[in-house]
DNA sequence: CATTTTAGTTCCAATTAATGAAACCGAGTT
DNA sequence: AACTCGGTTTCATTAATTGGAACTAAAATG
């Protein structure tokens, strides 16, 4: 993807191995890599010294080692935006007994950043940290329809579009008209379009300028309810959704944005 | 810490940027960090494209990022416990109505790597993700004093031995006094060593050939409960360690260590 | 059992990237 | 207008990464 230096390469490697979801020997990661075996070596070794990944001497595999889960805390802790609305999560939960989603973008997939589940208490890592494809989610969709123009289309053009169920938006234009829709009316519908019987309605989370910060939905199964009851919590998701998001512009995310230095961070 | 070269390096600043417990300015870290003015702008410029740190541009702060949170779950859903020991914390939780911890040791410090709340949540923070001291809590302890002499000596001598409370261990004698007794007996406690009012009991998580993996815990509060209540529930999460432990070794972590690659990644 | 293959590790000279002192810039002060 | 402070850029120097190839251990094969 990006290439800056050794460090860019280091988490090409790291990523490399995540994707595998489980523990990979080095000569599977030599043949999916770029690298040249000597260099593949070396960097497992360095980042593995650095407990960014973990070695196991036995099977000789390598996985996503526990240092990360420290600094993810912190990283959940500090940018996400969970610990703001928690509390609105939790009442958003209470009201409707149903799950509830909160999700941010990273590079144009749906990052689960919390979840209460319909009957359980929270469970942190077990959700927050996954990710989803966006084109096909309710959360997905709500924050791509309010991107502004490049980073919609850099979005759009970075999907898979892979056909989960029949009713998947599996195109650029389907989804496109979606998204116009959905900035028309200011929320966004997952018609089992990711798994067949769930359904859902997400509300964008936006700053005062517009400018999008992430998304909660709450999801349902057509075997328990339909669409009529469903929407009938737009509302109410709407409002959590601006509270989220004034609280959230006022103690992290504030509005202005393109001076120089933002420019550049963002290029190529 | 350790050198390697430019990912160490990297490593350094990430972690020290998670180290703040807030956004922080480039000045602030400028003087808490060995690296000239350029060398540390250019890392976290880099780091910053890569997501691994996020930028405010109107604050102009660094917080750990995003990415970090996906790649947390991966290391969290291989490399962790949590997968294994799951069904046993949530059948401890639902037998003793009480807080449940499941920790891991990283760099001689607590890990959490999974929690289950009490029937009655007494207020107290620790999540996935998060650390904390390792001679002053139960899992921290239960797991040092089944440590082979290297490490042991490694994880006592990193300790920060701050006084908590007046019944912390606050010195590395007192310490390693009580490492033997847990030892003896098979199960640490903390007696309102690191939280006034906070209790709990813990047994280590240990291979077959006695190497530590991890540790569970039960904590109570002193205005509901007794040591007696509290260590009466020792044999039944012993049995769970016990049953975590098979399980981990026979899926994850296999007993032989000590080859000539090993030795090398536990190097300086 | 000898031989070949495979997987992982190490070497080292050529190359490339990191480095950091110093200059620069822009916004807010004096 | 000159100054200061925090942040950013430049560029010659320095140090690191690089990767082809050689090597080793272990497993598969004849």
New interface residues.
């Given amino acids: 993807m990006?290439g800056?230096?050794?460090?860019?390469k280091?988490?090409d490697v790291?990523?490399q191995?995540?994707a595998f979801?489980?523990?990979v020997r080095f000569a599977e990661l030599l043949e999916s890599s770029d690298f040249p075996k000597a260099t593949l070596y070396r960097?497992l070794?360095?980042?593995?010294?650095?407990?960014?990944l973990?070695?196991?001497?036995?099977?000789?595999t390598y996985?996503?080692?526990?240092?990360?889960?420290?600094?993810?805390?912190?990283?959940?802790?500090?940018?996400?935006l969970a610990p703001i609305a928690r509390p609105f999560l939790d009442s958003l939960s209470r009201e409707t007994g149903e799950t509830v989603h909160l999700a941010?973008l990273?590079?144009s997939q749906v990052?689960y950043?919390d979840k209460r589940n319909a009957a359980q208490?929270?469970e942190?890592?077990?959700q927050?940290?996954?990710?989803g494809p966006a084109y096909c989610t309710g959360v997905g969709k709500a924050m791509m329809a309010f991107l502004e123009d490049e980073a919609l289309n850099k979005a759009v053009s970075q999907q898979s579009y892979h056909r989960f169920t029949d009713k998947t938006l599996a195109s650029e234009k389907a989804l496109r008209a979606d998204l116009d829709l959905i900035r028309g009316r200011g929320y966004a519908v997952d018609d089992e379009e990711h798994e067949p019987g769930i359904i859902c309605i997400a509300c964008p989370i936006l700053t005062s300028g517009g400018r999008v910060l992430g998304a909660i939905s709450i999801t349902g199964s057509t075997e328990r309810m339909n669409f009529d009851q469903l929407e009938s919590w737009v509302p109410r998701v709407r409002r959590v959704a601006e509270q989220i998001g004034t609280e959230a512009q006022a103690w992290?995310?504030?509005?202005?944005?393109t001076?120089a230095?933002?420019d550049?961070?963002q290029a190529t």
Same sequence: chains 1, 2.
């Fill in positions: 990006a800056d230096g050794t460090i860019g280091a988490c790291l990523e191995v995540a979801a489980r523990p960097f070794q360095t980042l593995t010294n650095q407990g960014m973990s070695y196991d001497p036995d099977r000789q996985a996503p080692g526990m240092r990360l889960v420290r600094l993810a805390h912190a990283a959940w802790t500090q940018s996400s941010q990273d590079s990052l950043v208490p929270i942190m890592y077990s927050a940290g996954k990710v992290r995310f504030p509005e202005t944005r001076n230095h933002n550049r961070m």
